[in-house]
Nanobody, 130 residues
Framework: QVQMVESGGGLSQAGGSLNLSCTLS????????MAWFRQAPGKEREVIAC????????YYVDSVKDRFTISGDTAKNTLYLEMKHLKPDDTAMYFC???????????????????????WGQGTQVTVSS
């Protein structure tokens, strides 16, 4: 059972930066797709970035493209989300997720939802003030 623990959330002013980390344990040899999701109050959980754990080009939704960067360090078993130029609309609970059966090809072609991911962290709050 893969376990995921997020950290690094907090409060930022608009235009500021925050870095999130997601520590993973009990990974097996499958090539996981890793992702960051977020969920604002009263809204559905939405994907914002995905990446193959083995490497390759990431996928971003338009709302975070050119502001957020997803990356992974397989030696440290840690997934990262670097967030710059933060906006009040970025305020949400942020979750890391992993799945051994998804493919980046499918995600780029068809998109992805929270129902597609098997493993989840507990979330970390990000609040951006104006």
């Amino acid at each position: 059972q893969v376990q995921m623990v997020e950290s690094g959330g907090g409060l930022s002013q608009a235009g500021g930066s925050l870095n999130l980390s997601c520590t993973l344990s009990a990974l097996t040899d499958e090539d996981y797709v890793m992702a960051w999701f977020r969920q604002a109050p009263g809204k559905e959980r939405e994907v914002i970035a995905c990446i193959n754990w083995s490497g390759g080009s990431p996928y971003y939704v338009d709302s975070v493209k050119d502001r957020f960067t997803i990356s992974g360090d397989t030696a440290k078993n840690t997934l990262y989300l670097e967030m710059k130029h933060l906006k009040p609309d970025d305020t949400a609970m942020y979750f890391c997720a992993a799945d051994p059966w998804l493919s980046m090809y499918t995600i780029r072609a068809l998109g992805v939802t929270s129902a597609d991911f098997k493993y989840w962290g507990q979330g970390t709050q990000v609040t951006v003030s104006s």
